[in-house]
């Protein structure tokens, strides 16, 4: 295999079980990502996504497994990994725009107050909340403030983007709003995104690919679904491209009928799928009991 | 109808009416001057002395002294102003002693679960002694009766103030950290541009209950050790019979450490901030 921008190799999270035993939530979990490309995780709740995106941020560490970016090895947090918390984690005594002056100051220390402050604008201006730079957090609302931390990510320009459900917290409109902010930033940006989301609409606006992670406890990342839809996208007319259906139909029945029985290839490696070129899914291995129908249910209605 | 605030103040003003009438009345002179008795004779209280005085001659020693609250006339009579002003720096210098080490220890404790469980026990046997439990061994150790008085301040104010910091610091939201942490930010900018502010609030917090407990106990102090000082001054007054000054002073004590406490609310509301 040839050297990627990203490298996740043999990952596995263990915890003990407050049983004295051991509880394995996902393991031998690996994918390579290019750089450039926008990829989004799709699994059930509790499977281990969140701990898969801190570990990659060096927030939390594997039990064993690494994680190699551009030939280094991932160890500890660092600013060339940009992170978007679900809850904004904004710091709240700050101003918006001194939230990511604060940040930008951290990336490129040498720069001087002018520089830093006009960047910072040009990223608030970016997400369409130039008229909000001296409110704090509080005085702003749900959507306002996913913006901010979003521009504060983007504004380091970090060579990879990991967001963690950024909209999970948002309603349905503002979160459409915000999608498609996202998707007029990345196209100018082009950063190497990684993102969790429950929302398949979402995932298949935004990605190049989607890893589809089996339930846990013992979770992989089973699939690893193509995107076949031409860029720019937009959320008003995505829909119209025969291949969205079919990428939709496809992930839907992943996670409602097979998120409980996938498994990777023999090697480990995501079984990779293109629906829009009429990929089927990979014949069942014996299935485990599905108990996570209702969520589910709520993830494709979401 | 009035709002609240004007309705507010006009009930506190017929409030201290009605008080001052009620003070005022009840310590009027008896109409006839009745014969002293041999027992009161003996405990060398005369009519005069015997009673609490009225508010008008507590006013009247407040007009004095405060126009003209910095004499000095010698070692046993010094305006008021010079006498709180002993207090006031005595606590402050005491209070900002205590939290030079109770800031920095708070941190560190705060910040290290091994720090904390080390000097936890410490605290725990140190904190409910009575600051002026303390006195003794100062002026044996310190052999200064002021700097003792400074001491005791200091270990009074010290444990409010470190017990917040700790509390606060360890308890940070570990989002706030993150953002630092992958920001790379080094432990000390961390501490200073996360941390700080962070639990800032907190540390306030700890520091306004300090400044009313030094204030507190200066009071105590003073009278202990003598000289100079509020509680000195209280005290004094009391052994001159001057029941009218030592309720004068006992009012200026209130309105100080009201003043202080003002400012410790004016810091804590310029570093609170909402979530
Ligand atoms: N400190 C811990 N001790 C024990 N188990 C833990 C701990 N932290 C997380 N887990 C377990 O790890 C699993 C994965 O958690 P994680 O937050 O990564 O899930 P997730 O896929 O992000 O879920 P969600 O979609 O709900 O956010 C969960 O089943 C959880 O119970
Ligand atoms: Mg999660």
Redesign the interface.
Known sequence: MSKSFLEVDGLSKVYPDGQGGDLTVFEDVRFALEKGEFVCIIGHSGCGKSTILNVL???DEASSGNVVMNGKEVK????E???V?Q?Y?L???KTSLNNIV??VK??WPKWSKDKVREHSERYLKMVGLDHALNR???QLSGGMRQRVSIARAFA?QPELLLLDEPFGALDALTRGVIQDELVKIWEETRQTVFMITHDVDEAILLSDRIFLMSNGPNARIAESVKVNLPHPRSRATIFQNPAHHKIRDYLVDFLVNRSGSAQPEEDGSPIVIDPSAGDAAPKPVPAKPDTKTETAARAVNA | MASLNVRAALLSVSFLILMLGLWELSTQPPAAQEAITEYELLMGVAGQESRVPPPSAVMKVAWTELSNPFYDAGANDKGIGIQLAYSVYRVLTGYLAAMAIALPLGFLIGMSPLMYKALNPYIQVLRPISPLAWMPLALFIIQDSDASAIFVIFICSIWPMLLNTAFGVANVRQDWVNVARTHELNPFKTAITVILPAAAPTILTGMRISIGIAWLVIVAAEMLVGGTGIGYYVWNEWNNLDLASVIFSILMIGVVGMLLDLALGKAQKLVEYKE
């Open positions: 941020a060096g927030l500890g947090p660092g600013l990994r940009g992170v918390f809850n984690s710091l709240p005594w604060f940040a951290a990336r704090k957090p509080s380091t």
